[in-house]
């Protein structure tokens, strides 16, 4: 299997998680950015950058799912 192949696989495991989990990270993390490593979370932050900065140190950036949780719902507008 290609790497690219394993990275894609890695983050659809993620994503799915996140998906299926999301009420449940609302309740522990509304107003944040999660960052998602083998469907755990594994750090949380309001600032996108101090949680990017944290999570790049530890971890390979092509290996983690990040996703902002809120209870409010999103309009788009195009």
Same mark, same amino acid.
């Given at each position: 299997?290609?790497? &690219? *192949? *394993?990275?894609? =696989?890695?983050? %659809?495991?993620n994503?799915?998680w996140? =998906?299926k989990?999301?009420? =449940? &990270?609302?309740?522990?993390? %509304?107003?944040?950015?999660?960052?998602?490593?083998?469907?755990?979370?594994v750090?949380? %932050?309001?600032?996108?950058?101090?949680?990017?900065k944290?999570?790049?140190?530890?971890?390979?950036?092509?290996?983690?799912?990040v996703?902002?949780?809120?209870? =409010?719902?999103l *309009?788009?507008? &195009?």
């Amino acid at each position: 299997m290609s790497k &690219l *192949t *394993t990275l894609f =696989e890695e983050h %659809d495991k993620n994503w799915s998680w996140f =998906e299926k989990h999301y009420d =449940e &990270l609302v309740e522990k993390f %509304d107003g944040e950015f999660v960052a998602v490593y083998e469907q755990k979370v594994v750090d949380h %932050d309001k600032e996108l950058n101090a949680l990017m900065k944290r999570i790049k140190s530890k971890y390979s950036a092509d290996r983690i799912f990040v996703d902002f949780v809120s209870s =409010e719902k999103l *309009t788009l507008i &195009l």
